[in-house]
């Protein structure tokens, strides 16, 4: 429940459940604000953006997820952020990860400032989609992507959103936890499934990045970014697509100017895996 005197619109979708979850969903509809859409899966990212391309016209649009907690004044502290400027504005904020066993609350601060493309091509950089808040003119860019739903393996619709302000508008980072993500049972992101401790973390890293494709996936979802948006960015960011989407230049990637991960084991072990290739 959020504390806000603005009209605020849900749209649900489900995508294929077989419990009886849209019984569940037909009921809340009977509420003026609520809207329920039941399809077929096509994907965590075509199913938001399909929802965001429904949504009739509003100041602000929100993502959640069904296992996301938003803090009840979410919304009122993005709006003020946010305002009502014209240009592509996409907020962001920390969270954090709920245990639904032992009621316990960790801290999530993710993200790092200033925000870049290397970042964004190279870690998937993102305010999780649970926290962004795009105004409208953000939501007309990200809807270009239903001109084509380019089929993604790696990329998200907030990592999507958050390449897009990147790019063509501007990002507001509030480091205040304004949502709660419920870890329970098997529901978990990338993140929570490999990151529980650092140890676990570090050796789904080598596997996904060192041993495995991970990061040549990660850049095959970027060209497709590209793709759609590639003639509307400046010169000097294409530059900097074409030089990280690309195999070659590795010592000039290795010696690149600006810091990408916030560790330093973790920025040495990024620049290996430009030295072998592997991102």
Not at 69 to 85: F, P, S, Y
Not at 175 to 200: D, I, K
């Amino acid at each position: 429940k959020q504390k806000t005197e603005r009209n605020v619109v849900l749209y649900i979708r489900d995508d294929g459940s077989k419990d009886n979850t849209v019984n569940i969903l037909k009921k809340y509809e009977e509420a003026e604000n609520i809207h329920v859409s039941c399809g077929e899966n096509v994907g965590v990212i075509n199913s938001f953006f399909e929802l965001l391309e429904q949504c009739t016209e509003a100041d602000y649009y929100a993502f959640a997820d069904q296992d996301d907690v938003w803090n009840e004044d979410k919304l009122e502290r993005a709006v003020h952020r946010i305002g009502k400027t014209a240009a592509p504005v996409l907020y962001c904020a920390d969270f954090e990860v709920w245990n639904g066993q032992t009621g316990e609350l960790t801290p999530c601060s993710h993200l790092s400032e200033p925000f870049s493309i290397v970042k964004s091509i190279v870690n998937g950089d993102s305010g999780f989609g649970f926290t962004q808040v795009l105004n409208p003119a953000m939501r007309t860019l990200a809807l270009r992507y239903m001109e084509t739903k380019p089929k993604l393996t790696q990329y998200s619709h907030d990592m999507w959103c958050h390449l897009l302000a990147v790019c063509f508008g501007e990002i507001l980072y509030d480091q205040t936890p304004v949502a709660r993500y419920r870890r329970y049972g098997n529901n978990a992101s990338t993140q929570e499934l490999h990151g529980g401790n650092r140890f676990s973390h570090r050796l789904w890293q080598i596997r996904q990045f060192l041993l495995g494709a991970r990061g040549k996936l990660f850049r095959e979802d970027v060209r497709k970014f590209l793709e759609i948006y590639g003639e509307d960015l400046a010169g000097e960011q294409r530059d900097v697509f074409e030089l990280f989407l690309n195999d070659g230049h590795r010592l000039k990637k290795v010696f690149w100017k600006e810091r990408i991960r916030r560790s330093i084991t973790d920025e040495i072990a990024i620049r290996v895996l430009f030295l072998l290739g592997k991102v």
